[in-house]
Every structure is written in structure tokens, then in C-alpha cells.
């Protein structure tokens, strides 16, 4: 059994940032390929942001780019994603998502456990 626990989530004013994180439990972390997903309000699931078992490629959505960074320390089972220069339109429930893969995945049908989710609210 896997667990995904989110945590960083909260209001902050548009320009501001946020840094989410995920931490894993219940089985080797440091093999698999992570992402982060969100779901706004009215809409459906998106990707964000995903990142290979050893941190060393990410890719992230159009909407992000340049924007968010994610990362990982595998020597603590976390995966990180720091959100600067943020916009209203990042509101939603965020969620962080593991695969069986070495390889990054953008897909949510590729990824096998997910986290609770945590509110992310940029007021404008």
C-alpha cells in the first residue's frame, strides 16, 4: 500500500507563491517517475508538472512553464512543487501522483497512486 500526503496548500494573493509538497510512503519512492495534477473549479483533472525517478528531467504544462518548478529528495521520500508569479486561474485542488515507471508521464491514466489533494487559492 501506497500513501501520498500533499501539504502547503493555502490563499495567497496573485504574484505571490506557494511550494507544495508530497510525501511517500509504503514502498521504494526513489524508483518511480512523480507528478503533479490539479482540478479547478467546474473543470477537468490537468497535468502540471511530472519529474523522472532520479530528478535529473521534468516536463510541465504550457501554463506553468517557467513559472513552477518541481523536484524530489528521494533521501526524504518528497517531492516538491515551488509556484511563484501565481494567477488566479492556478486555483484548484492540487494533487500529487506516482507511477510504476522510470520514466515521466503526463497522462493521469499513467499513474497508479494519488495523494488527497491540497486547495491552492490565488486571489486577485
Known amino acids: 500500500q501506497v500513501q501520498l500526503v500533499e501539504s502547503g496548500g493555502g490563499l495567497v494573493q496573485a504574484g505571490g507563491s506557494l511550494r507544495l509538497s508530497c510525501e511517500a510512503s509504503g514502498r521504494t519512492f526513489s524508483s518511480y517517475s512523480m507528478g503533479w495534477f490539479r482540478q479547478g473549479p467546474g473543470k477537468e483533472r490537468e497535468f502540471v508538472a511530472a519529474i523522472t525517478s532520479n530528478g535529473g528531467s521534468a516536463v510541465y504544462a504550457d501554463s506553468v512553464k517557467g513559472r513552477f518548478t518541481i523536484s524530489r529528495d528521494n533521501a526524504k521520500n518528497t517531492v516538491y512543487l515551488q509556484m511563484d508569479s501565481l494567477k488566479p486561474e492556478d486555483t484548484a485542488v492540487y494533487s500529487c501522483?506516482?507511477?510504476?515507471?522510470?520514466?515521466?508521464?503526463?497522462?493521469?491514466?499513467?499513474?497508479?497512486?494519488w495523494g488527497q489533494g491540497t486547495q491552492v487559492t490565488v486571489s486577485s
Open positions: 501522483a506516482s507511477t510504476l515507471r522510470m520514466a515521466i508521464r503526463s497522462q493521469p491514466r499513467d499513474y497508479t497512486y
